[in-house]
């Protein structure tokens, strides 16, 4: 099984609509979790850190369900410029490797009017 | 304040060329990553330096990659006889390093290599 996985998408929703990713990750350990967007051809940024059961930030919601080891990224009232591609990273549980990030392939959202 | 910066922006080199990529991590961030991302595909994990600890070289593809970082602060990737296969964005990041922090990592806007 991959440490990280995320659909791929596209997810092709209209504008206004509710969409939400899953991603599910192997290392039961996993002590946090950090949702990176990255748009096309630029560096990944940081859009929400998870650290208990969940995060919620304006319209961008983050669930953390630890028994089936998957976390979810909600998007109410979807916006074009929410068009990206979101990554899922879960962090090592593992002191030693507490700091070494597993990227998810990610899952492209394209927003349309 | 300044964020991370990487150079060149793009480099094209012919199969077989040795080429270096600097990383100028963010000022006081104690740790380093070297990421790759092919098109399309995910970010792939190269190697992490943590202030003055050994680096966690488990990433690197092959010998022909090694990374240095001097004085705790830059650091600069080397792909040593480049093949084709090694084209893809090379992306580095930054992070503080605190017990129980965040650490969240900064990524520079990376170096788009191109091997003919």
């Known amino acids: 099984r991959k440490e990280v996985e995320q659909d791929p998408g596209p997810f092709n929703v209209p504008e206004g609509a509710t969409v939400a990713f899953n991603c599910t990750y192997s290392?039961?350990?996993?002590?946090?979790f950090f949702w990176y967007r990255q748009d096309c051809r630029k560096e990944p940024k940081l859009l929400m850190s998870v650290y208990s059961s969940g995060n919620e930030d304006g319209r961008f919601t983050a669930q953390l369900n630890r028994a089936s080891q998957y976390i979810s990224l909600l998007i109410r009232d979807s916006k074009l410029s929410d068009s990206a591609t979101y990554l899922c990273?879960?962090?090592?549980?593992?002191?030693?490797?507490?700091?070494?990030?597993?990227f998810g392939t990610g899952t492209r959202l394209q927003v349309t009017l | 304040g300044a964020g991370v910066s990487q150079s060149p922006s793009n480099k094209v080199t012919e199969k077989g060329k040795d080429v270096e990529l600097r990383c100028d991590p963010i000022?006081?961030?104690?740790?380093l990553y070297w990421y790759r991302q092919s098109l399309g595909q995910g970010l792939e994990f190269l190697i992490y330096f943590q202030g003055n600890s050994a680096p966690d070289k488990s990433g690197l593809p092959s010998d022909r990659f090694s990374a240095e970082r001097t004085g705790g602060s830059v650091s600069t990737l080397t792909i040593q006889r480049t093949q084709q296969e090694d084209s893809a964005v090379y992306l580095c990041a930054s992070s503080l390093q605190t017990s129980g922090g965040n650490n969240e990592q900064f990524f520079g806007p990376g170096t788009r290599l191109t091997v003919l």
């Open positions: 290392n039961s350990a996993s002590q946090s």
């Open positions: 000022s006081g961030h104690t740790a």
């Open positions: 990273v879960p962090r090592g549980g593992d002191t030693g490797t507490a700091s070494k990030l597993t």
